[in-house]
């Protein structure tokens, strides 16, 4: 667990909230952080964490392929449902 002085915090003029998600998105940003790990540690839910990426122009993919990998595993989840 990391723990961050009160001082500093403060200093950031940040809620404790803010400054995680802050934190997760440059790690997220940096490829430290997946995704997934980088919405856990801000605590936020999936669609909320793609706003906050999207309202800080932070890309959820590096590339077109990366996108359109994910459109067809979608679709090919959906098409096995729909049978």
């Keep these: 667990m990391i723990t961050i002085d009160e001082e500093i915090i403060k200093q950031t003029q940040l809620s404790e909230e803010e400054l995680k998600q802050m ?4 790690l ?7 995704f997934y790990q980088a ?6 839910e999936r669609v909320s964490f793609m706003q906050l990426l999207g309202k800080h122009q932070i890309p959820i993919y590096d590339n077109l392929e990366e996108l359109q ?8 989840l959906h098409d096995g449902s729909s049978k």
């Design 69 to 76: 990998h994910d459109i067809e595993t979608i679709n090919k």
């Design 39 to 44: 919405r856990k540690f801000a605590g936020m």
């Design 23 to 26: 934190i997760a998105m440059l």
């Design 28 to 34: 997220f940003e940096k490829k430290v952080f997946t």
